[in-house]
């Protein structure tokens, strides 16, 4: 309710053993600008829940954060049109949801951070039109979903950074439901799983400078429902399954290679799917792909 939290100095600071929520920020301000703020041995609850509110968190440590199966506890969760910026993170959790929630029309910015999952159902979620930055940084582990999901009318710039991980049911980026999402100067490596992204239902992805690979058990870019996605600037996919497509287009989905040096073996298509790219710039291209 309009109060406000600013923690300064080079010292650190530590929430323990709580069992409800480390840092709630309701309607107001929490700002950790210098030392470190550490969050451990938990014992249910959240570790940073912002509602409505500002934030701005350098230096956060949460090394064991483990709230598996406990009704859907992310270690942030930042709702209701709240700003949060995270610098110099470095967080380890595994959780019953997702490790990092953003709903409700809220932005968040993550820089210079590690994000590693132990077991959890998404890495980060970005739903009902919220905004996700991440930029410098590393996500990488285990999930039954997708490692980074953007839904539901958000979007997302995926910036210098490194995304892997084993993915039981879904891919390593997820952009659906009207949502739109830049990879750019990135790593992607699947590591087990579907595909490396998604996307569909109307939702649009630009790739660009950037290399995706791994062994996907279905393709390593799947396109599908009038979506879009362009692909430029010596990007590179390396697909380690033979019997799988680097991409596949379907239902009025369009695929725009735009790039005289991208490395893509072979393009399928269903129901539809449209392809724009110079001659000789997919090995095998799909009799059934409209040109």
């Known amino acids: 309710?309009?109060?406000?939290?600013?923690?300064?100095?080079?010292?650190?600071?530590?929430?323990?053993?709580?069992?409800d929520r480390a840092v709630s920020v309701s309607q107001g301000v929490f700002t950790n600008w210098e030392g470190t703020l550490e969050i451990k041995n938990l014992s249910g609850g959240r570790g940073l829940d912002f509602w409505m509110s500002q934030g701005n968190i350098h230096n956060l440590k949460m090394?064991?954060?483990?709230?598996?199966?406990?009704?859907?506890?992310?270690?942030?969760?930042i709702g209701g049109g709240s700003s949060v910026n995270i610098n110099s993170a470095e967080i380890s959790a595994s959780t019953?949801?997702?490790?990092?929630?953003?709903?409700?029309?809220?932005?968040?910015?993550?820089?210079?951070?590690?994000?590693t999952v132990g077991n959890a159902a998404a890495g980060i979620?970005?739903?009902?039109?919220?905004?996700?930055?991440?930029?410098?940084?590393?996500?990488?582990?285990?999930?039954?979903?997708?490692?980074?999901?953007?839904?539901?009318?958000?979007?997302?710039?995926?910036?210098?950074s490194t995304l892997s991980g084993t993915v039981t049911d879904g891919g390593l980026v997820s952009v659906d439901a009207g949502s739109s999402a830049e990879v750019r100067d990135a790593t992607l490596t699947l590591e087990s799983g579907n595909r490396t992204v998604g996307v569909s239902d109307s939702s649009d992805l630009t790739i660009r400078s950037s290399t995706l690979s791994g062994t996907a058990t279905?393709?390593?870019?799947?396109?599908?429902?009038?979506?879009?996605v362009i692909i430029r600037n010596e990007s590179k996919l390396s697909q380690s399954g033979s019997d799988?497509?680097?991409?596949?287009?379907?239902?009025?989905?369009?695929l725009s290679i735009r790039n005289e040096e991208a490395s893509i073996n072979k393009v399928d298509c269903y129901s539809k799917g449209y392809v724009s790219a110079n001659e000789g710039i997919v090995t095998t291209l799909s009799e059934s792909c409209t040109e």
């Open 1 to 19: 309710d309009n109060s406000r939290v600013l923690k300064y100095g080079d010292g650190s600071a530590s929430i323990e053993g709580t069992s």
């Open 63 to 77: 090394p064991d954060y483990d709230n598996t199966g406990s009704d859907w506890n992310p270690a942030l969760s």
């Open 96 to 115: 019953d949801g997702p490790l990092v929630s953003i709903s409700d029309g809220s932005i968040t910015e993550i820089r210079e951070s590690t994000l």
């Open 125 to 160: 979620e970005a739903s009902g039109s919220s905004r996700l930055n991440f930029r410098n940084s590393t996500i990488s582990g285990t999930v039954t979903d997708n490692l980074v999901s953007v839904s539901n009318g958000s979007s997302a710039d995926v910036r210098d």
């Open 218 to 228: 279905e393709e390593l870019v799947d396109l599908r429902r009038i979506s879009n």
């Open 244 to 254: 799988t497509p680097d991409v596949r287009v379907s239902n009025l989905s369009m």
